[in-house]
């Protein structure tokens, strides 16, 4: 392809799983970003570590926790499709580096305050909604300036990679994390990570811009938002996805709130079988990611099988009898959790127009992670009135009824692009083999 031509060849890697498997590492571009963000990610999750230990610290509360979760998130559901507006006029390099600067300015402004032993309840929430007005506009930004780097045949395997990093990240982020507070203070943790904020800032700076495929930025108008709703709406491959994400997002992903829970009072487990718990689901998503790099396809088709694999995944982890079983289920929890994730985020950044990409990966977000500050809650409600094993097991079902929700919606979309006409001809009715014309159906 003329996009790949000046692309080096993979060096270092042997075997044609392994070539496939880190094919966009390739593009030196990426393989910068790549670095950068990897140690910038294991940074973000120690802060999040620290900063939860250090609300219990002051407050000991659970429910102020909570609160923080929900200003850091509450950003995403309000302003992320206007940050998807922002990221389609701008130059996405340029945004990513003053964002990313400020969210390292956060986190040093956190860690002096914690160090010197000034810092109060107020401050970490004011600091907490900072953070998730960045990711609200970040977000969109850096997802869509990733094809920019890798063109349209790495694209799956970027993000795949990228999902990869987050989940290696949730690893060893929070193991650093603990050994720093044990150490040398909660307050180091942060200094840490506004350190690590300058590896990736570093990478975008340095990059040749000349091998870049940036899309045109649009140019501001009226109504570029519910342009960019419109487009989702009649895209099949869009509109599928982000219905999907939005039900399995806000009731199966809520794991921060069913897994201690479960792992306390139903296994009768201390924070060594949370952890175990938590560490099980990572190294499931760092594998499966890997396979889902080098094997994975984009589509409908291959998302309902991901969402259908993650629903019995997790209702095997609710209703397992002994936590072994649990932990066991949980390595394909993981899995199946970094798949329906890199899926759905390819299939809607290909079939979107590269005009309105960024404000619909801003929809990708809304549907993912805005919708936590209602899934959550909602969930604990849930797990009160009845039992750890029913909440998480609720996550399961909204997965499975997601698979057959998308499979019903393909139908309809594919029966609306035939105009319902000559369905004999259209060889067998699938429900998941859309046509060319799919992405504007007739009404």
């Not at 294991?42 to 000991?60: E, F, K, P, Y």
């Not at 507006?85 to 040093?108: E, N, P």
Request: charged share 10%; net charge positive.
């Amino acid at each position: 392809m003329a996009d790949d031509a000046a692309e080096e060849p993979v060096t270092g890697l042997r075997g044609s799983f392994w070539r496939t498997t880190f094919s966009s590492l390739k593009v030196p571009n990426y393989r910068l970003y790549f670095a950068g963000q990897s140690i910038s990610l294991a940074g973000t999750w120690m802060q999040m570590t620290a900063q939860s230990w250090l609300v219990l610290v002051l407050t000991h509360s659970s429910t102020d926790l909570g609160l923080v979760v929900a200003l850091q998130t509450l950003p995403i559901l309000l302003f992320a499709a206007y940050g998807g507006v922002v990221a389609d006029r701008t130059d996405k390099r340029k945004l990513m580096v003053v964002l990313q600067a400020i969210m390292g300015v956060q986190a040093l402004v956190l860690g002096l305050l914690t160090v010197f032993g000034t810092v109060r309840f107020w401050e970490i929430c004011v600091l907490a909604v900072v953070l998730g007005l960045n990711n609200a506009f970040e977000n969109s930004a850096r997802q869509a300036f990733v094809r920019e780097m890798v063109g349209k045949d790495e694209l799956r395997n970027a993000i795949t990679l990228n999902s990869v990093t987050v989940n290696a990240a949730r690893a060893v982020g929070p193991a650093i994390g603990g050994v720093l507070i044990a150490t040398v203070g909660v307050g180091v943790c942060f200094l840490v990570n506004a350190a690590s904020f300058v590896a990736v800032v570093t990478s975008l700076l340095v990059m040749n811009t000349a091998a870049l495929r940036p899309s045109p930025p649009a140019p501001r108008a009226r109504g570029q938002l519910r342009e960019g709703l419109q487009h989702a709406v009649r895209t099949a491959d869009i509109a599928i996805p982000l219905a999907m994400m939005s039900l399995v997002g806000m009731l199966a992903y809520e794991f921060q709130v069913s897994l201690p829970v479960l792992a306390r009072q139903t296994f009768h487990g201390n924070a060594v079988a949370y952890g175990f718990m938590t560490a099980s689901m990572g190294v499931g998503a760092v594998i499966g990611g890997l396979f889902t790099a080098a094997r994975g396809r984009t589509g409908l088709r291959p998302m309902i099988i991901a969402s259908t694999g993650f629903g019995i995944a997790i209702l095997a982890c609710a209703y397992s009898p002994v936590i072994g079983l649990a932990y066991a289920a949980l390595l394909f929890v993981g899995w199946a959790s970094v798949s329906f994730i890199a899926i759905g985020n390819s299939t809607i950044q290909l079939a979107a127009d590269p005009s309105i990409r960024g404000r619909v990966i801003a929809l990708w977000q809304v549907a993912f992670q805005g919708t936590t500050p209602i899934g959550g809650p909602l969930i604990g409600v849930i797990i009160a009135i009845s039992d750890p094993r029913t909440g998480l097991a609720v996550g399961g079902l909204s997965c499975l009824v997601a698979a057959l929700g998308g499979y019903l919606l393909a139908r309809r979309y594919r029966l609306r692009a035939l105009g319902r006409a000559e369905p004999a001809a259209a060889g067998p009715d699938t429900g998941l083999e859309l046509p060319a014309d799919a992405a504007t159906p007739t009404r």
